[in-house]
């Protein structure tokens, strides 16, 4: 892991402590939206938490589901990926 | 000349050398593809023409597929972005490794990843790649084991343009886990 990824995580975990949930999930949503990507994410809830939806997980297993979200998000960012266009 | 018995012993532990067998089309139409395969097949097929789409895939045959960047550089596999709960590379290298804070983007072998990235590529020119590889490999542990699987690889669509590829890998036979030398 290096700095710029340390930086990346505690604007994460400041984020995680000053934003509310309706601002947390908009702003997963917005950035797998960037990379066009939503079935991932709606597999990723799926296989993990049995919902499809951000707005639907439980307070419980919110900030699970965030991390993970936000492990496929930097894999994104990584990579490229195509278009059929 | 007599081999050196390190060397013997090696050999015999690995076996055969790391190889991957390219397949057509007729492994699936006559029926010789593990069922995971087959039913991950006929998703593809049947939304060929549509591009398919991720959600297009039943819940069970996604916890058993990875979906990789579509994208290939150098001579290594594209990144992973998505590993199935259940599947094949998870029952190889474990969970911790799935799940590890580090995010896993690739396997933990280099030498697997460049000798089975001919198959991404060739799915990155749009075509359906068909494989039986049989490899030697290591876990984070350390621990050794011999594979031997069967791998689909189809674009799939995951928005409104963008695709991965989406791999399958069926154990054609279990996982060989190999006595740790002393």
Not at chain 1, 10 to 30: F, K, N, V
Not at chain 1, 44 to 63: G, R
Not at chain 2, 32 to 40: N, S, V
Request: hydrophobic fraction near 35%.
């Amino acid at each position: 892991m290096n700095f710029s990824d340390l930086e990346e995580l505690w604007d994460t975990l400041t984020e995680a402590r000053t934003r509310t949930r309706p601002e947390r999930e908009q702003q997963i949503l917005d950035e797998v939206e960037k990379f066009d990507s939503i079935h991932l994410l709606e597999d990723l809830l799926e296989q993990h938490f049995q919902t499809t939806s951000i707005k639907d997980i439980s307070e419980t297993d919110f900030d699970a589901a965030t991390t993970l979200a936000w492990i496929l998000i930097r894999r994104l960012r990584k990579s490229e990926s195509g278009s059929v266009h | 000349m007599d081999l050196d018995p390190a060397f013997t012993e090696i050999r015999e532990r690995v076996g055969p050398l790391n190889s991957v067998f390219s397949l057509k089309a007729d492994y699936l139409e006559k029926g010789l593809a593990r069922e995971q395969t087959a039913a991950f097949w006929k998703v593809f097929w049947e939304n060929r023409n549509d591009h398919p789409t991720l959600p297009e895939f039943s819940l069970s045959l996604r916890y058993r597929m990875t979906c990789s960047a579509f994208s290939c550089e150098g001579d290594v596999s594209p990144p992973l972005l998505a590993i199935g709960r259940h599947s094949f590379v998870v029952e190889c290298f474990g969970e911790e490794w799935a799940m590890s804070h580090d995010s896993p983007n690739k396997t933990p072998d280099d030498e697997l990843e460049r000798l089975v990235a001919p198959g991404y590529k060739s799915a990155l020119e749009g075509d359906p790649s068909l494989d039986i590889v049989q490899v030697s490999t290591s876990d984070l542990k350390g621990r050794a084991m011999k594979l031997l699987y069967e791998r689909l690889i189809v674009p799939v669509r995951v928005g409104k343009y963008r695709r991965v590829l989406c791999c399958m890998t069926a154990p054609i036979k279990p996982i060989e886990w190999l006595p740790k030398q002393a």
